[in-house]
Each structure stands twice: as C-alpha cells, then as structure tokens.
C-alpha cells in the first residue's frame, strides 16, 4: 500500500475506496469532506443542512460499489445509474439527515465502552479475527483521520441507529396475531392440475422480417448494449523492483543482534501456585499470620500432599484456585520481577517455592516443567534478514518511483505518455468493459469505479493512484467512450427470433390451456377424457404448503392466491408455470394452526410480526419528520 507520502496528494476515488474498508454503517456520511458550498453545488436542503453534489456521488458511488459487491454477477449497472435510482438514494439521505437532528434535539448518547466494542468488532481493524491497534492506526493515517475524528463519526452514526433500533425492539406481536398468521401460513390446500408445457421454439417456422423488426422496434431497451470503457494505464509494483543493494554481514549480525526476540524462543517454565492474599493496608501481624499459613502450605506440598488439592482448598486467586493453581507456560517479563525470580531459581530436584512475596500476597509456586529456549542461530536467520532487507529496499525504491509517478502525473494529468517515458514504463491497455467489470485488471471493483469516475470518463484526466494489492498501483486514463445505445437489428436478429419463437410457443400453451378449462367448465366430470384427448396428465394434490415445489413453485403460488371453494365446487383458473401453464382446480383447504411441540415456530411468527410493525412504524415516524420538515430538492443537479 503507498505510504503517507503519497496518501497526502490523494482524492477521489482512492479515498472512496479506504472509507469502503472501514465498514461505516452509513456510507453516506462525508468524513472531513466539504465545508462550504455554493448554492449551485446542492443537491438538497434539509432544514439549514446542505447536501451538496461532491457528497452525495461520493456516497451514490460508494452504495453502487456495495450493491455490485452483493449482486455480483446479477448487478445490472444501467438499473443502479438512473435517475430513479440517484432519486432515492438522496431521499435516503434526506432520511439520515432527519434522523441525525431528531437524535442530536433528543441527548441521545454513546458510552465509550459500547463505541469501543463496536470499534473491535470491525473487521477492517482486526487480523485473524482479533482487533488489532497497528492496523487500526495504519488503517485511518492512510485516509488522514485521527482516531479522535473516526471514533467522533462513528459515535454520531451509532446515535442515529439508536431510534430506528428502539422501534424494532419496542414492536411486540400479541398471541392473537400469532395464530392468525400460523392460521394463513400454515395453510394447506389440495387441487387437481394439468400441466400444458410449451413447445420446443426451435420447431416454430422463423419469423417474419416485419414481426423482427416490429419487436426490435416495440422492445428497445432489451437491446440496449450496456456503457463501455476501454483504458490505457501504467503499472507499478514493488515486486518488479529488482534493483536493489546488497547489505554487508556486519549489517545482517546487527540487525539479528537487535531482534533476537523473533528468532530465539525464551525457557519456558509450566508452574502453578497457591496465593493467600494480602490487602495493600493490611497491618505487620496480619501479614505475618499470611507468611505463616503460606509456610505451611509448603511444607505440606514438600511433604507429599497434591499441590493441585491444597490450591483448590486454600488459594485465594479465584482464577486458577479451580484449575489446581496452573498458570499455564510463563516466560520472563510476563509476571512481577520478585515472582518471575523465585520460579526461575526452582529446579525440578527443588521444585515448591518459599512463600514469595508480591502486592497480591504471599504466593507458594510449583515448578511441574521447563521447555528450554530454542530457536535460530544467525546463519539460521540470515536468509530471512536478507530477504526482507530486499523486500525493504523495494518498498523503498517503489515509494520512490510512485511519488515521481505522482508528481509527473499531476504536472499534465491528460497524458501517460511523459510519466512512461521518465519511469521506463509500458503503457498498458484494458477493455473494453462495463461497469460491472471485465478481464485482468478490469476485474479490480476499484479500477472499474476509477475508469467510470466524472475525473476519468468525464474530465478526460489521469485517475487518482489505485491501489491493487500492497505496493502495487495503477494510474489509468480513459482510452475510448463506448455509451450505452440500442443494438441495430443485424446484432441481435437470432435472439429476437428466439424471442418471438419462445412467445408463440407460449401462445399456443396458452390457447391449448385455455381451451382445455372451458371444456372442463362445460363438462366438470369430463376432466381425464379431455386432458387424454390433448395428450395430457391430470394430476392430484394432498395437503400441499406453500413451500411444495409440485407441479412447480410457480403455480403453487398462484393456487394459493385463488379464493377458498366452495363444497363439491372447486375454483378453476388458468395458471402460469415455469415452462407453459397449467389448468388447476382447487377443491379444498385447511387452515394451519401453531403446533404446540415446537416454541420455536411460535417465537418466528412472534419476530415476523413484530419486525414488520416496526418496519410500518419507523415508516410513519419518518414520514411524520418530513411533513414537519423543510426540504428542497435541486433535481436538475443530480
């Protein structure tokens, strides 16, 4: 990752990208961002709040970049580029804004201890699972935050959180509630169903050249090619420094001298240990009367009692007394100097201390075993030190060669070309792609966002630096604008054939469907003959749930959206399937009820209800702050 050096001349996208690592639940919150703006520059007003057009993209940016992490392969980047969608995700905004001034107006507040457990829990901070203070440092210099300013935002998020979190945990579902849903959800029903499949669309004749062309026109938006960029851009990385100078044995042994603690394991002493415990006012006698029954303690261990047992009897340290007093594996520098010296002078010929004295009391220690020191001698290590002397000096020289890349860069940031030249770089290309990425470096999330930002695709400039992996970035400037436009119909003739087959092949399923329910409506006892007649099945169903998969999901729902029969009367429709329709009756139903064996199906209800009342309430609420608030909303500008 490029260092502060070359942090300090970053915005834009590079600075999207690190406020996506640290996972603020509010992506829409700016972070040391704009301070003043001219009217021309909001987006919307919200009571005396300015929301102005670098936030809002900035925040639009960040919640495409999330919703394209979620989706994956199913993000549609025109779906989450209109001007519907740019909509509301301002009145998302607005809500927040609303929300931060009802929250401030009330007092609410966060203690420190709940803000640094939500801090640890963030996994931007944590390595193997566990919080880590180095990256969390590292992690907000490389954005210029102070902990002081992120653990302010963070607060002020977790403030606004509290209302909506109070409403869910306020919202209950009364017992009354809970039957009628298990009444409705737990429903069965049993129908009768023929299924009409559709033909094979390949078997169709082709269609008309008027009927593709009809389509291609009554159908344009399904051609639409989508946006495309392709790029140019220089590459660099620590890894292809090679360069490097080579460090004399004296700097190697130094180096060893001074970390000798990563190569050399110190001895290790297993022990346990028995505390009768001394307050820090207690008077001499007291103290004595504590050496004393310390004393004894340690004749009776010498004399042969289990150690273990006398700790569990007589051990007032509450966190090992019930483990038999075991401290586990002690090294040197872990417990207070006049223990640590008195376990280390124990041998195993020699091994229950004299009563040790410490602020906690007097201690008795058992030493049950050593794990002598063991590690690696200097030519041992040396292959490591030099290593990473190397992997140092490539660091170095990369900082180097990205702050030059920088500065040649922002001296005429329409071009590669000089920067190459200077550098000894090859100016790559990728493309094109859209905006849910391509091939190589077109499948870094963030080199798309770069490509498609208003400072590349827009400005026509050089992007801020990328970062790709550690020490490794890239620069890219736009190369070629492929805009989003309808598809001539020499491009997509096969798949509108295609298309128009697969609808008259639906056609027809439905014709031959709807059909086969009339005949059945005018002859209700003559549904196996006619069904036969039409090469058909009729098939029964028992008791089907609305999770059943049988004929398919598709008319099982439709099934259960008919109204309830009447007896010896079924309800007949046409229904779509997966793969045609289907002509189904419904001849009866049951209605479900809790089963009183299983708790955990009554507290699921209890949860659904309640977390849609809350849903309807913290709905009203908000709609109850917008009413009462002053909103202007600038669309021109989004």
């Not at 261990?301 to 009897?313: I, M, P, T, V």
């Not at 180097?400 to 922002?410: K, N, S």
């Not at 298309?499 to 009339?518: F, K, Y």
């Not at 659904?608 to 849903?615: L, P, W």
Request: avoid cysteine; charged fraction near 25%.
């Amino acid at each position: 990752m490029v260092l502060q050096s070359i942090r300090d001349r970053l915005t834009g996208i590079l600075a999207v990208f690190i406020l996506g690592i640290l996972v603020i639940p509010f992506a829409f919150v700016g972070v040391s961002q704009y301070f003043t703006a001219s009217g021309e520059n909001l987006v919307a007003r919200v009571n005396d709040i300015d929301i102005t057009y670098g936030e809002f993209n900035q925040s639009f940016s960040e919640y495409r970049r999330r919703m394209q992490s979620m989706m994956g392969a199913a993000f549609d980047p025109l779906e989450f580029d209109t001007l519907v969608a740019r909509r509301e995700h301002l009145d998302r905004m607005i809500d927040e804004k609303l929300m931060r001034g009802v929250a401030e107006a009330a007092g609410l507040e966060v203690d420190d201890d709940l803000l640094a457990a939500r801090i640890r829990q963030l996994p931007a901070f944590q390595v193997d699972g566990m919080f880590n203070p180095d990256v969390y440092q590292s992690r907000l210099q490389s954005q210029g935050l102070t902990p002081r300013q992120f653990e302010a935002d963070l607060r002020a998020d977790s403030i606004v959180q509290q209302l909506p979190m109070g409403i869910l945990t306020s919202s209950i579902a009364t017992p009354r509630e809970v039957q009628e849903l298990a009444t409705l959800q737990e429903q069965t029903r049993s129908f009768t169903a023929v299924m009409v499949p559709a033909g094979d669309p390949t078997a169709l004749p082709a269609p008309a050249e008027n009927a593709i062309e009809a389509y291609h026109a009554q159908h344009p938006e399904r051609f639409r090619s989508e946006e495309m960029v392709a790029i140019e851009y220089l590459e660099l990385s620590a890894v292809d420094v090679t360069d490097v100078t080579e460090p004399d044995e004296e700097f190697l042994r130094t180096r060893f001298e001074q970390q000798q603690g990563r190569f050399i394991s110190p001895e290790q002493r297993l022990a346990s240990h028995i505390l009768i415990a001394v307050s820090a006012n207690a008077d001499d006698a007291s103290r004595e009367t504590a050496r004393q029954e310390a004393m004894d303690l340690a004749e009776r261990a010498r004399g042969g009692e289990d150690f273990a047992s006398l700790a569990r009897e007589f051990s007032d340290d509450l966190g090992s007394s019930q483990m038999g007093g075991d401290l586990g594996w002690i090294e040197p520098g872990v417990m207070t100097e006049a223990f640590e010296q008195a376990l280390y002078e124990l041998s195993p010929d020699r091994a229950i201390s004299e009563p040790v004295q410490t602020g906690f009391g007097w201690h008795v220690i058992q030493l049950r075993e050593i794990q002598p020191a063991s590690g690696m001698d200097f030519e041992e290590a040396r292959g490591i030190l030099l290593q990473e002397h190397h992997e140092e000096e490539a660091e170095r020289e990369f900082l180097e060669r990205a702050d030059r890349l920088v500065d040649l860069i922002y001296e005429d940031p329409t071009t590669l070309t000089s920067a190459a030249l200077d550098l000894g770089l090859e100016i790559r290309e990728a493309g094109p792609f859209s905006r849910s990425g391509g091939e190589g470096i077109a499948a870094n999330p963030d080199v798309v966002d770069a490509a498609f930002s208003d400072l590349v695709l827009l400005q026509g400039s050089v992007s801020d630096p990328v970062d790709l992996d550690e020490n490794h970035i890239v620069m890219i400037r736009l190369k070629e604008h492929l805009p989003a436009a309808v598809q001539p119909v020499e491009s997509v003739r096969d798949q509108i054939e295609q298309l128009i087959r697969e609808q008259e092949s639906l056609a027809v399923a439905r014709e031959q469907a709807e059909t086969l329910h009339r005949g059945w409506q005018e002859a209700p006892g003559d549904l196996d003959r006619l069904a036969a007649d039409a090469g058909l099945q009729v098939q029964h169903f028992e008791a089907a749930s609305r999770g059943s998969a049988d004929p398919d999901e598709r008319v099982v729902r439709g099934v259960f959206g008919l109204p309830a029969p009447a007896p010896a009367h079924p309800v007949t429709a046409v229904l779509e399937a997966d793969d045609g329709y289907a002509v189904v009756g419904l001849e009866g139903l049951t209605p479900g009820h809790l089963d009183v064996d299983s708790p955990l199906q009554a507290q699921q209800y209890r949860r659904q209800i309640a977390n849609a009342a809350a849903t309807i309430e913290a709905l009203a609420f908000m709609r109850q702050l917008r009413e009462a608030a002053r909103i202007e909303v600038f669309e021109d500008r989004l």
